[in-house]
């Protein structure tokens, strides 16, 4: 059994890493695909991040600091083998996403607006699956800058990728997540035509 | 029926490329603002806007935070006062006498197996290879691994053991690699490597390293109260 950091730099750190406790929950859960991983993996990390906290340095982006951490600490204990990256044909991706969008939302006046594909085209958990779907390069970058908000710095900075990565991941990532979920929705049936019902967002005339 | 109109102006490629970053107020004000005036002018490119607009909203609303579980962050925060030492014994590990005292003696004890090693032409190597973590002292002096992780002696440090005498010490200016050089659980570990080696010397700078397991079973026991220390950077 080995000691950590004195009492004293304990509650230093829980004031400064505690508030980011449900977004790091999110990014196990998002890295795991599991409840009790993520449980687990999450108390690891803190746990990592407390005993390496004197080399947190005080003023820089603590969030990435953690997310680094528990990124590491991912990589280290449930991915077991070395991870290629994902074999992904892009150009398939890009142009793919091209005729999706171009058939569901612009050809016609009387589809369905984006908003109405995710809102209610889809359910939660088909949302879920669209991302657990994502390769996970992709994966953590959408998460990061979509539910965290994170800046692309903080995202290069939490994942060690250059920034230049950290554009290509979410601009492919956000193409397949999207056009993910428009196919779910198309196979539950939101594209039936509705002549007779205005659409609800008043969709702007590009015109 | 109108024509639909297309993508095809000079500038289109440019702003479909960077229309994700656009909306994250990533790009550089000129660009943004160039990108801005292509779209008043290109109606195909705003119309993309319009739909990515509508995406990066929902998506926002949609891509919520779930709760962390209830009992989580109680369950961790008892895992960090298991963990936080009382300031006195804190104190006195970190005297100053005391890390050079152990920097110097890992140096003395890297430096007399390495002396006979010496290669004129050597330097430095990228490697990739399954090592054990192991007590770097007591390995050498045959020493269990299970009895390693077990060792007393807050001054022995940890090493990468290749093959019988045959061993790699980290580079200490590393700090994600600290936890392997210092951390006595870590004794026992088989990990996959991968970085420059100073064949000198036999240090190594850590690229990447994957953790395979453990070699041998956890088994301290029960109710031992051990004096390791972790030794932090």
Redesign the interface.
């Known amino acids: 059994?080995?000691?950590?950091?004195?009492?004293?730099?304990?509650d230093e750190?829980?004031e400064a890493a505690?508030p980011h406790?449900?977004?790091l929950?999110?990014l196990a859960?998002n890295l795991t695909r599991n409840?009790k991983d993520a449980?687990d993996l999450?108390?690891e990390a803190?746990?990592?991040a407390?005993?390496?906290?004197?080399?947190y340095r005080k003023g820089t982006h603590i969030k990435a600091w953690l997310f680094r951490i528990l990124r590491?600490t991912f990589?280290?204990?449930y991915?077991?083998?070395?991870v290629r990256p994902t074999e992904v044909d892009f150009a398939k991706i890009e142009a793919s996403y091209e005729q999706i969008?171009d058939e569901t939302?612009?050809?016609s006046r009387q589809g369905p607006?984006?908003?109405d594909?995710?809102?209610d085209g889809v359910l939660?958990d088909e949302?879920r699956q669209a991302?657990d779907d994502l390769p996970e390069e992709y994966r953590s970058v959408v998460?990061m800058?979509?539910?965290e908000?994170m800046?692309?710095k903080e995202i290069a900075s939490a994942l060690s990728i250059p920034l230049g990565t950290v554009?290509s991941r979410?601009?492919r990532g956000?193409k397949m997540?999207?056009a993910a979920l428009v196919s779910y929705a198309r196979q539950k049936g939101i594209f039936k035509p509705a002549a007779d019902v205005p659409s609800p967002?008043g969709k702007?005339d590009?015109? | 029926m109108t024509e639909r109109p297309t993508a095809r102006k000079p500038g289109c490629r440019e702003f479909q490329r960077n229309i994700y970053h656009l909306q994250a107020g990533e790009l550089p004000d000129e660009q943004a603002e160039a990108l801005a005036v292509h779209a008043e002018a290109c109606t195909a490119c705003a119309e993309r806007l319009v739909v990515e607009d509508a995406f990066l909203r929902a998506l926002r609303r949609k891509l919520t935070r779930e709760p962390a579980p209830p009992g989580l962050q109680a369950r961790v925060r008892s895992a960090l006062e298991r963990d936080a030492v009382p300031a006195t014994i804190w104190h006195w590990l970190h005297a100053p006498w005391f890390m050079p005292a152990a920097a110097a003696l890992v140096l003395a004890l890297v430096l007399i197996p390495a002396l006979p090693a010496w290669d004129s032409l050597g330097g430095v190597v990228l490697v990739e290879r399954e090592v054990t973590v192991v007590d770097y002292t007591c390995d050498r002096a045959g020493v269990s691994l299970s009895q390693q992780r077990q060792c007393p002696l807050v001054h022995h440090l940890n090493a990468l053991k290749v093959g019988p005498d045959d061993y790699w010490i980290l580079t200490a200016d590393q700090v994600e690699a600290s936890k392997l050089m210092v951390d006595p659980e870590m004794r026992g570990h088989r990990l996959l490597v991968e970085g420059e080696l100073d064949t000198r010397n036999h240090t190594l700078k850590l690229a990447r390293f994957a953790d395979r397991g453990e070699v041998i079973a956890s088994a301290l026991p029960a109710a031992v109260p051990l004096l390791l220390i972790a030794a932090v950077p």
Request: no cysteine; net charge positive.
């Open positions: 059994m080995s000691f950590g950091p004195p009492h004293h730099r304990k750190f829980e505690l406790f449900d977004a929950f999110n859960l409840r449980e999450v108390q803190f746990l990592r407390f005993r390496f906290f004197n080399s590491n990589i280290n204990r991915r077991a083998a070395k969008v939302f612009l050809r607006s984006p908003e594909v995710v809102m939660d949302v991302m998460l800058a979509l539910m908000q800046s692309y554009m979410l601009h956000r997540l999207q967002e702007k590009p015109k």
